[in-house]
């Protein structure tokens, strides 16, 4: 079976690099990670801190973070609970990052309270978001090719889902309510699946949705480039104190 996380990880590096540079990491620094889930970009920062340094990956996904602590250091630990309910020393970190994590959570502004509270005066808050439906195909093209052959929960930009935080309105809105002030944000395209078989990928992330294959694969032949098929799609990236 494809290993889609690895595959994904592949095609974000750059996304995962900005990310770190964007929250200034480097050695000897204390970084909460949110939504850590297989390691993006835990693993990395980790690597940055060294040993001097410490991570804090928090997700409660039991299965995935067993599969990161094999890949980490002594200077790592985890927190396997949801991220408006982990543990933490008031001010006891340098940097918090979360990246595709936020809007998955039932109530991102109780997160962002939460993380804010654990930061150090002038620390900072980077996060990876996705744009909107339009812009992201990954998501966008096997949901329309689904809705076609099943009924689909409507759009939504207030739910959990990776509209969730996919605008700017959004974004302010609920950063403001948990008492963050927005420094930067920044667009990236970048590709997260790259697959001949893209309904192999559609059946693993979204198993309930019907996707007939030829209708797929026409859907998406139009993101084939060099002859190989990605989608992705524009991901802002959120730098906030």
Known sequence: ????????????????????????????????DLATG??????????????TGLVVGVDPWMDALEETRRRVGE????????????????????????????FSMPDPVAVLRRARQALKPGGCLVAALWA???????YSVPREVAARFGQLPPLAYDRPG???????????????????????VE??????????DLGEWVR???????????????????YRKDGVLRLGGVTRLVVAR
């Open 1 to 32: 079976m494809t290993d889609w996380y690895a595959r994904e990880a592949r095609l974000t590096v750059e996304v995962s690099e900005r990310m770190l540079e964007l929250a200034g990491i480097r050695s000897g620094m204390r970084v909460l």
């Open 38 to 51: 297989r390691g993006e970009p835990l693993v990395r920062i980790a690597h940055r801190v060294g040993p």
């Open 75 to 102: 200077n790592v630990q985890f927190q396997a609970v949801s991220a408006d309910a982990f543990e933490f020393v008031p001010g006891s970190f340098e940097a918090v990052t979360s990246r595709w994590g936020l």
């Open 132 to 138: 909107e439906y339009e812009r992201i195909p990954w």
């Open 162 to 184: 990776p509209l969730r935080l996919a605008t700017l309105e959004l974004i302010e809105r609920d950063f403001g309510a948990a008492g963050w002030v927005l420094e930067h």
């Open 187 to 196: 667009e990236r395209e970048c590709a997260i699946v790259e697959a001949e």
């Open 204 to 222: 693993f992330f979204f198993p309930s949705w019907v996707t007939p294959a030829e209708e797929l694969q026409r859907a998406a032949e139009p």
